[in-house]
């Protein structure tokens, strides 16, 4: 969209609400902000005044517009609100009546929307999809997760959530998920996309890889922030299901849960973006950590949602059966104590047909559970993120017999109360603690196999 067109298109509804029109510092500073400038030393030198005034003429200016447009405006977003603001005032005189509630306030979403009948008829599959999977593993074999399956995509069609968190442990399954998601609602989408960031690019970068998805050869700006506003407008011109994968890549090492690694918050941001600006499409998120504003804003945000994985259940009965397994009726308690998690069983299964003649039950007349060295070092990697409370949680409950409340671990361990309360949270969203129920107080404990591999990484030495 045209600079002027973005200008006068401001200064129009600033006009229609406030009956003033932008005076000649305000229109500078948005000119500047619109194409991505730092505005202040820039404007000031033009106008021979101190940056300082210029900011405060801006931070009036961002609140002026969060009046006219109904929800804060700032340098950040300004851009990709008045567009969108724009191109709804354009498109509402051509949206039928049935789809679109006719209402002045722009925080309402009043995309064109499909209706979610017409998403899921077949018949109405887009003209062009365009589908990048990147370097998507290619998955050989899926079982069951029917009911997971469906909840995604009633998320997705139904309720147009367009922010979704595919938590839970490594190796519990959500990559696979994910992409046979993919392949049951893709022809529901213009654009379908997935990337890992397994090797932690930064958010330019990743940015950079979805405008050259999107944009093919139109040039691609230097800005981030205008980057930014370019995807939320191809977000919301066209119906995209974008999948980033190993988001906890950006998370960091030795502080609690969720938080991002130095060069890395501002992902944060984007996140938060395409959870609160009006758009038609889907970003999932997967992760064996819960980012922290997921948790913020799944709780008071509609369009976002989370899912946590759990246990394959009785469908991991495939995959001892893939491997050839022997003594069935023992199945169920192999799947229990490696928690159903589809890479752990991977694992002993191997294990278990390499040396036990795949005989399940001579397997389970060992002391259980026996770890195999892969999935050790599999576990090895949240356990290296832990910080010293969180890890001394961990050692304290591995010696539990029974589960125990918080307070049942205080005094227990050289740490305080509330750094207790904290590592107990943060282990929460790495996903390593059971919590039960009982009599209305919150019970914590290790599964059986992350207690085995404290055991044997941080307290072998004291056993001997
Ligand atoms: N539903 C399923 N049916 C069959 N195999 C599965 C299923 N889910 C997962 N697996 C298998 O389990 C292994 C781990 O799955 P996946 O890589 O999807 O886990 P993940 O949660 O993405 O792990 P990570 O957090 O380490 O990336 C893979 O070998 C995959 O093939
Ligand atoms: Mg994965």
């Known amino acids: 969209m045209e600079l002027n067109e973005v200008l006068r298109f401001a200064d129009e509804k600033v006009f229609s609400t406030t009956g003033k029109h932008l005076d000649d510092l305000q229109e500078a500073i948005l000119k500047e902000v619109l194409q991505g400038r730092k505005y202040a030393t820039r404007v000031a030198q033009d106008r021979d005044c101190s940056e300082g005034y210029v900011r405060v003429a801006a931070s009036e200016l961002w609140k002026i517009l969060s009046d006219v447009f109904g929800e804060e405006v700032s340098k950040v977003n300004v851009r990709a609100i008045l567009e969108r603001a724009k191109f709804y005032t354009n498109f509402s005189p051509t ?3 049935e789809n679109v509630t006719v209402n002045n306030n722009l925080n309402v979403c009043q995309e064109r929307a499909r209706s979610p009948t017409e998403a899921q008829n077949p018949q109405q599959t887009p003209t062009q999809l365009h589908i990048d999977l990147g370097d998507s593993p290619e998955i050989f074999t899926f079982f069951d997760r029917t009911s997971e399956l469906s909840t995604l995509e009633n998320w997705i069609t ?3 959530t367009r922010l979704i968190a595919l938590l839970g442990i490594s190796g519990i399954g959500k990559t696979t998920l994910s992409l046979a998601l993919i392949d049951r609602i893709k022809t529901q989408f213009d654009y379908v996309i997935y990337r890992s960031l397994r090797f932690s690019p930064t958010l330019d970068a990743t940015l950079t890889n979805l405008l050259q998805i999107f944009s093919q050869q139109s040039e691609i700006s230097q ?3 205008t980057k930014i506003a370019q995807i939320l407008d191809y977000l919301r011109k066209n119906r995209c299901l974008i999948v980033l994968d190993d988001v906890q890549m950006l998370l960091g090492s030795g502080q609690l849960a ?3 690694k130095t060069g890395y918050e501002d992902y944060q941001l984007f996140f938060k973006l395409i959870a609160e600006v009006c758009h038609q499409s889907c970003l999932i998120l997967n992760s064996w950590e819960k980012p922290r504003e997921i948790a913020r804003l799944s709780k008071y945000h509609h369009p976002v949602r989370c899912l946590v994985l759990g246990s394959l259940g ?13 003594d069935e009726e023992t199945w169920s308690t192999l799947i229990d104590i490696y928690q159903g998690n589809p890479l752990w069983l991977e694992f002993t299964a191997t294990l278990i047909r390499e040396l036990f003649g795949g005989r399940v039950s001579e397997f389970l007349h060992c002391e259980m559970p026996i770890l195999d ?5 599999q576990l090895s990697q949240p356990f290296g993120r832990l910080t010293p409370a969180e890890l001394a949680v961990m050692v304290h409950l591995a010696n539990q017999p029974e589960p125990l409340a918080v307070s049942q671990i205080f005094n227990k ?5 509330s750094e207790i309360v904290n590592a107990v949270r943060s282990l929460g969203n790495r996903f390593l603690l059971d919590a039960v129920e009982r009599e209305k107080i919150t019970l914590f404990s290790l599964n059986p196999v992350l207690k085995q591999y404290v055991k044997t990484q941080y307290l072998s030495n004291r056993s001997n």
Request: aromatic share 6%; no cysteine; net charge negative.
């Open 95 to 97: 949206i039928g009546s």
């Open 314 to 326: 009785e469908a991991a009965k495939e995959i001892l059966n893939s491997q050839k397994l022997s």
């Open 158 to 160: 139904q309720d147009r």
């Open 413 to 417: 361990i050289q740490f305080s109360p």
């Open 258 to 260: 969720g938080q991002y």
């Open 223 to 225: 800005n981030i922030e």
């Open 373 to 377: 060295e892969g999935l050790q070092s």
